[in-house]
């Protein structure tokens, strides 16, 4: 069985860093990605999903990300339920990211929201498994990504 879903979208919000009671890092964002095709009123449509972020990831995407980024995610999709306080089950589908890579340099960025100052960010992706067997389909050295509609498989 295989889940495993690859993103590319934008921010719609920075993201929100939190803490476990047990100290642990988490992370919670939102990318919207675009769809290939326009709808009935010739507009290009977008999917908002939530991603979720654990540990040193989550610190640095915290760090690093900010509203309207370019981001390319890696990971599984996850659906949980909980009870809310009227007793209905609600269930949430949020995909929990094991490798994020930053598609716009900051400077870019910066360009962009000249009210910004972020740091350069580092090279950071991976859930810090040290698993060298897996590769990483976001490397590239830092260079900016060409993908066309027609590239992407959604």
Same mark, same amino acid.
């Given at each position: 069985? #295989?889940?495993?879903?690859?993103?590319?979208?934008?921010?719609?919000?920075?993201?929100? #860093?939190?803490?476990?009671?047990?100290?642990?890092?988490?992370?919670? !964002?939102?990318?919207?990605?675009?769809? %290939?095709?326009?709808?009935?009123?010739?507009?290009?449509?977008?999917? !908002?999903?939530?991603? +979720?972020?654990?540990?040193? #990831?989550? &610190?640095?995407?915290?760090?690093?990300?900010?509203?309207?980024?370019?981001?390319?995610?890696?990971?599984? +999709?996850?659906?949980?339920? =909980?009870?809310?306080?009227?007793?209905?089950?609600? =269930?949430?589908?949020?995909?929990?990211?094991?490798?994020?890579?930053?598609?716009?340099?900051?400077?870019?960025? %910066?360009?962009?929201? *000249?009210? *910004?100052? #972020?740091?350069?960010?580092?090279?950071?992706?991976?859930?810090?498994?040290?698993? *060298?067997?897996?590769?990483?389909? !976001?490397?590239? &050295?830092?260079?900016?990504?060409?993908?066309?509609?027609?590239?992407?498989? !959604?």
């Amino acid at each position: 069985m #295989l889940n495993r879903i690859i993103l590319i979208g934008r921010l719609t919000r920075d993201p929100e #860093l939190r803490y476990t009671p047990a100290g642990v890092a988490v992370t919670q !964002f939102t990318l919207a990605v675009d769809r %290939n095709f326009t709808g009935q009123n010739g507009e290009r449509e977008a999917d !908002f999903i939530p991603i +979720v972020t654990w540990r040193q #990831l989550a &610190e640095t995407c915290a760090n690093y990300l900010r509203k309207g980024r370019l981001t390319a995610v890696e990971g599984r +999709v996850q659906v949980r339920h =909980y009870e809310n306080n009227e007793g209905k089950r609600v =269930y949430v589908t949020e995909v929990i990211a094991d490798n994020v890579r930053f598609l716009e340099s900051a400077s870019h960025q %910066n360009r962009s929201n *000249s009210g *910004s100052n #972020l740091p350069e960010e580092p090279t950071y992706s991976g859930s810090g498994r040290g698993n *060298s067997n897996n590769r990483d389909p !976001f490397s590239g &050295e830092g260079k900016p990504i060409d993908i066309s509609d027609d590239d992407l498989p !959604f």
